[in-house]
């Protein structure tokens, strides 16, 4: 018999056991009532040998609704052979809750003259007893579904022990429970091997795995991987697109020790060699794997934690106190909720200030919750417990290096750092049009155009209405002559409501077998998305046939519609109905016992495809979460296929590690509101964490209507985003920056201070497309010893060297900014701020948004215009900051702008610059892009030089167009002409 459940509305008919159909078997010895009973197998396809499979109880009861298969609460935890039991309850009357309340073991055997209750120190039963070697603040929750009673709490071994700690769980885990080491580890080629066997406590959710195996690799001298699994059992394993290496043999010099222990279970502890700290301790306990419940918890060496998403966190530093944060890709508007993107990726500094980071390499639904220990606890339903760590020790070192594993990051054209301009609710052409124009007579600059699905003809990917947008192709074509690219968004699934043979993106995928199926492996998922009047298929992208039918639509669609990148929606993948239009199984994958707490929705396939639907890449349960990076990797190919091999760009919804190798992303459907601006900081570091520099928001908000206030200032700080962009949402108000004054002049005062940039923000792409590390940083990233940085989450810098302070709050005219110990310089006029290793107050009226730069630092600079195609030909310069000592150093890269792989292929331009001794030098490191000559450096600003210089020297030659003002220290030389590709010096 099947099940199926229709929608999350509706009340889930768990099928009742049909008596003269199953086996009525024989009940065990087992003094477990039936109202205790936990069901261990509630789905459709119950029967005796499914129940016993999963490690569970068959015993048939009479009374409806009491679960036949349930989970044996009566095991016997200790390894004492019966004969050597000392008896812990001597008296008569001995129960198991007087004997646990002992710290004593309660197993009943049918022995005579065997105690029931006798001790044992390696392990504990729980009990309503507050054990003195647990504090409150290392408990492990032992009922993470919340609304435990103490009889639950206790049936599982647990302890139950109330506590004036806001939301410390009363129910926690026994750090005897978990799994014990069969004899010592054994030394591999790659590091150790540790075989666990699991302690006979009460099953969670069934389906324990008794024997699970740790292997540990010395991946590289800064990079540890730790695997724990099944060994004989192939169990589902997140594959990486570039796969992350595993060296055959350990790294010579490893920068961290591992060790191993068995009390008061199996732990682990990461060590830094050169300091001792212990990064990573799992003596905490905790560790559970079952086959849809797996978890593990560790203390770290300092509540400073960052990191871990998709979701709007309400910092940037966590607050450990029992916060629990779910990951699983999810449409949702912006909130404390699992959204988009999965990324299982934390860092921590230790109070030496440095920093490590973790990856948990996992892809199904999962949580994890920060304690005041401080430390975590981390649950997933799926996969194996798969944890790499970077060493650092320095925060950039830590990214470089986790980047270095998943991939670095992709370097985008020239042309999209530029501004996009965006909404969905143009409806028109003519519309769009005028918004453009706005921005254009406002003297904003613009270098892409974006189109949402509201030009499409009803919703229909590779379509345009042929009515509301008469002429677009005609316009995106007149749009390049002005030095404005086209985006076009796709969604990932198509409609299937057209008539035979008219839609040619339907037909060829049925001809190919593109879509996602259903459990069945042949029938292709159906569910209901924006297409009008009609219900949808999903591409899958991880299926050969899948990926080049993508690319073919694309491609086919670029003569009708010449795009410049892809903007890739929807590709959590999500669904207007909960699962499919056929609803869901039931079944394991989509009711698993435990679906995790802080994973929203009732069901696991609420706004989602049923999870136990099939996919090349596996099961939908298993790698839902990595659907958005398959199908940002295709439209990658697919993008610069379709623009004649141009690099392009794609814009991703949904994202996993990894993602940023082919992908930016943007932080999704936000709102107009202030705390929504306060938030898009956060959200653009994180993702630099997280492997994706090139990140943005809606800026000014996509729900609501936002007001002149607002939007002028998110203007501000959103030009400095990486990926700067303005969009908003159907039925509200047009917010493109021409509409006020106001907001107009904002926008351009920012916005041109980014196009004079750009050559400082492109070189710091390929730094990190080369090298890895952030584009967008926190200011803990530059100084880690200073911990008044730790919580600054509302100033961030472009690289090292250039610092925002955005105004993220209504009605003010200033703002109070920190300044760590160095050397700031005001961005606009080169004058030295006076806070030093403090804050400050800066006044910052409408049209005006702080900007500092570091000393030490040389930043190339471009004269700006509307569009990069017109900018990148302007005369260069260089803005020289004096550190205390006078020295500054920086860098330029310059390629074609556009052309993949120039750095691979040895297609670009690098110089170095530096200050000593009051010489500017310029040397030429790589010249491999000849157009590279026609640019020009025609100015040079140097700020902070302490005295009036007596002469300046251009290559030896007296240079007389120069200006000093004594009062700001600001040396200003002009008129020059030195071709970017010669070596120079400039001496004063």
Excluded at 86 to 108: F, H, I, Q
Excluded at 916 to 931: E, F, H, I, K, M
Aim: proline residues 8%.
């Amino acid at each position: 018999m099947e099940v199926f459940i229709t929608s999350v509305l509706t009340t889930f008919v768990l099928l009742s056991f049909a008596r003269g159909a199953l086996a009525q078997g024989n009940c065990p010895p087992l003094n477990v009532q039936d109202d205790s009973r936990r069901d261990c197998y509630p789905w459709s396809d119950g029967s005796q040998a499914n129940c016993e499979a999963r490690g569970c109880v068959w015993c048939p009861s009479e009374t409806a609704g009491v679960p036949w298969c349930f989970i044996d609460d009566e095991v016997c935890p200790s390894q004492i052979p019966e004969s050597s039991r000392s008896d812990c309850y001597p008296e008569s009357g001995a129960t198991r809750d007087l004997c646990v309340a002992r710290g004593c073991v309660w197993c009943p055997t049918s022995t005579p003259n065997i105690p029931w209750c006798f001790s044992d120190g390696a392990i504990s039963m729980g009990g309503q007893v507050c054990p003195v070697d647990v504090a409150d603040d290392d408990r492990v929750d032992c009922f993470p579904t919340n609304g435990a009673s103490p009889e639950q709490c206790v049936a599982k071994g647990c302890y139950w022990c109330q506590s004036s700690v806001q939301d410390a769980p009363w129910c926690f885990l026994p750090p005897s429970h978990g799994y014990r080491m069969n004899g010592n580890p054994v030394p591999t080629p790659k590091g150790y091997r540790v075989d666990l066997q699991r302690v006979n406590t009460p099953s969670w959710y069934g389906a324990d795995v008794a024997a699970i195996q740790v292997d540990v690799e010395f991946h590289t001298d800064s990079r540890l991987r730790v695997k724990i699994y099944d060994p004989f059992n192939n169990r589902y394993e997140v594959p990486m697109f570039p796969a992350i290496p595993s060296p055959p043999s350990q790294a010579p010099n490893p920068l961290y020790d591992i060790t191993f222990s068995n009390s008061p279970s199996f732990n682990f502890k990461v060590i830094r060699r050169s300091t001792g700290i212990v990064l990573f301790d799992t003596s905490i306990g905790g560790l559970q794997f079952a086959d849809q419940f797996l978890q593990f918890a560790a203390r770290l060496p300092s509540p400073n934690v960052f990191g871990f998403g998709e979701t709007m966190h309400p910092a940037f530093k966590h607050n450990m106190n029992w916060k629990t944060y779910g990951m699983f890709g999810r449409d949702e508007p912006v909130s404390q909720t699992n959204l988009y993107g999965t990324h299982p990726f934390f860092t921590t500094l230790d109070p030496n200030g440095d920093m490590f980071g973790a990856l948990i390499l996992n892809s199904n639904a999962q949580e994890v919750t920060m304690t005041p220990a401080p430390g975590l606890i981390y649950r997933t339903i799926g996969g194996i417990l798969d944890l790499y760590f970077f060493l650092g020790p320095q925060p950039e070192s830590v990214i470089s290096q986790y980047t270095e594993a998943i991939g670095h990051p992709v370097m985008p054209p020239y042309w999209a750092l530029g501004f996009h301009l965006s909404r969905y609710g143009y409806n028109t052409l003519d519309n769009m049009k005028a918004a453009v124009d706005r921005t254009k007579a406002a003297g904003i600059p613009q270098d892409v155009q974006h189109g949402d699905i509201d030009y499409f003809e009803r919703n229909l990917d590779f379509t345009y209405d042929p009515v509301r947008f008469a002429g677009l192709p005609d316009y995106v074509r007149a749009l390049k002559t002005d030095g404005v690219r086209f985006i076009t968004l796709l969604d990932p699934f198509i409609g299937i409501g057209e008539p035979p043979g008219s839609y040619p993106p339907f037909d060829r995928g049925e001809a190919l077998n593109v879509w996602v199926k259903e459990s069945d492996g042949v029938t292709p998922a159906e569910a209901v998305c924006w297409p009008e009047n009609m219900n949808v298929y999903y591409g899958d992208y991880g299926h050969a046939n899948g990926g080049n039918w993508w690319i073919e639509q694309c491609v086919n669609f670029h003569d009708t519609i010449e795009f410049d990148g892809l903007w890739v929606d929807m590709n959590e993948p999500a669904s207007f109905v909960a699962g499919s239009v056929k609803g869901c199984f039931n079944n394991k994958w989509n009711l698993p016992l435990y679906k995790p707490r802080a994973v929203s929705g009732s069901v696991i396939f609420e706004k989602t495809l049923c999870t136990d639907y099939q996919m090349a890449l596996g099961r939908h349960y298993d790698v839902h979460s990595l659907y958005g990076r398959t199908m940002a990797q295709i439209s990658q190919q697919a993008a610069q296929q379709s623009t004649g091999g141009k690099r392009s760009i794609i814009i991703s919804r949904s994202s996993f590690p990894g993602s940023g190798h082919y992908s930016g992303r943007w932080l999704g459907d936000n709102q107009s509101a202030w705390n929504h601006l306060y938030h898009s900081v956060i959200g653009v570091l994180e993702f630099n964490l997280f492997g994706l520099p090139f990140i943005g928001c809606d800026i000014c908000g996509f729900f609501q209507d936002t007001t002149m206030e607002l939007c002028a200032r998110w203007m501000e700080v959103g030009a400095f985003f990486t990926f700067s962009r303005n969009h908003n949402g159907l039925g509200w108000a047009d917010q493109d920056p021409g509409l006020w004054p106001e907001v107009a002049a904002a926008s351009r005062e920012a916005l041109l201070i980014r196009y004079t940039l750009l050559p400082y923000l492109y070189t710091l792409f390929h730094e990190v497309h080369s090298s890895g590390g952030t584009v967008l940083r926190p200011l803990l990233h530059e100084f880690p010893s200073d911990a008044s940085t730790y919580t600054i989450d509302t100033q961030f810098l472009w690289g090292p060297a250039f610092l925002i302070t955005p105004v993220v709050t209504q009605g003010a005219t200033s703002v109070n900014g920190y300044f760590p110990d160095a050397r700031w310089y005001r961005y606009r006029d080169g004058v030295l701020e006076p806070a030093r290793g403090n804050y400050a107050t800066i006044t910052a009226p409408l049209e005006f948004i702080p900007l500092h730069v570091r000393g030490g630092y040389i930043l190339p600079t471009q004269e700006p215009a509307l569009s990069t195609m017109f900018s990148r030909s302007n005369p260069m310069g260089l803005i020289a900051a004096l550190d205390d000592n006078g020295n500054a150093a920086g860098s330029l890269f310059w390629d074609e702008g556009d052309t993949p792989d120039t750095y691979e292929n040895g297609q670009y331009f690098l110089g170095s610059y530096s200050v000593s001794q009051r010489t500017l030098t310029g040397a030429v490191d790589v010249n491999g892009y000849p157009a590279a000559s026609s640019l020009q450096f025609a100015t040079v600003l140097v700020w902070g030089v302490a005295s009036q210089p007596s002469q300046v020297l251009v290559n030896g030659v007296p240079w007389s167009t120069y200006s000093y003002d004594v009062g700001s220290q600001v040396l200003d030389i002009s008129q020059l002409a030195i071709t970017i590709t010669s070596s120079f010096t400039i001496s004063w």
